[in-house]
């Protein structure tokens, strides 16, 4: 297993590899000086109890289960790749603001909660999601896309934008 108790933070790309263990960041990850990236090449699960900066090499995670419990926020043209096998989990009352696409893959279902925005960048799930409350999903005023290849549920509100950009279920 891999553990960050504290902030971990520097301008460059930080890349883990944990196989079938666990990476849990149970602080900050990016506070005060923003990562340029993070790469995660495989874990079982993978936890983010604190906020997440992160610049333009972006954040990529492949792992089985995946919990957001707090904001992730990018810029220069960071994307969120997460290809997880298992639930990916986005906590209630968090917000992603990125400055780059998001994308969900990896053929595990997703449970979200909060908001999610990017700056005219595509966001596409291509899994199950499930409403835990109601959301907000927004590309901006350019054309960034929002899909979703398979079913989305759950008894809340889904408010979608996507400027020049195209819905599609």
């Given at each position: 297993d891999i553990v960050f108790a504290s902030n971990v933070q520097g301008g460059y790309l930080l890349s883990l590899t944990a196989g079938t263990g666990a990476i849990s960041f149970q602080n900050t990850l990016g506070g005060g000086i923003p990562l340029s990236g993070l790469n995660v090449g495989s874990a079982a699960s993978l936890t983010f109890d604190g906020a997440v900066f992160a610049d333009d090499e972006g954040i990529d995670l492949t792992a089985g289960a995946v919990t957001f419990n707090a904001d992730v926020t990018t810029t220069s043209g960071g994307a969120v790749v997460v290809t997880n096998?298992?639930?990916?989990?986005?906590?209630?009352?968090?917000?992603?603001?990125?400055?780059?696409?998001?994308?969900?893959?990896?053929?595990?279902?997703?449970?979200?909660?909060?908001?999610?925005?990017?700056?005219?960048?595509?966001?596409?799930f291509a899994d199950e999601v499930s409403l835990t409350q109601d959301v907000v999903l927004d590309t901006g005023s350019g054309a960034g896309d929002i899909v979703f290849a398979s079913n989305v549920q759950g008894g809340y509100l889904l408010s979608l934008t996507a400027g020049t950009g195209a819905i599609s279920f």
């Amino acid at each position: 297993d891999i553990v960050f108790a504290s902030n971990v933070q520097g301008g460059y790309l930080l890349s883990l590899t944990a196989g079938t263990g666990a990476i849990s960041f149970q602080n900050t990850l990016g506070g005060g000086i923003p990562l340029s990236g993070l790469n995660v090449g495989s874990a079982a699960s993978l936890t983010f109890d604190g906020a997440v900066f992160a610049d333009d090499e972006g954040i990529d995670l492949t792992a089985g289960a995946v919990t957001f419990n707090a904001d992730v926020t990018t810029t220069s043209g960071g994307a969120v790749v997460v290809t997880n096998s298992e639930l990916l989990t986005k906590a209630d009352d968090t917000l992603f603001v990125l400055d780059g696409s998001f994308v969900q893959d990896g053929g595990g279902a997703v449970s979200f909660g909060g908001s999610l925005s990017t700056s005219n960048d595509s966001i596409s799930f291509a899994d199950e999601v499930s409403l835990t409350q109601d959301v907000v999903l927004d590309t901006g005023s350019g054309a960034g896309d929002i899909v979703f290849a398979s079913n989305v549920q759950g008894g809340y509100l889904l408010s979608l934008t996507a400027g020049t950009g195209a819905i599609s279920f």
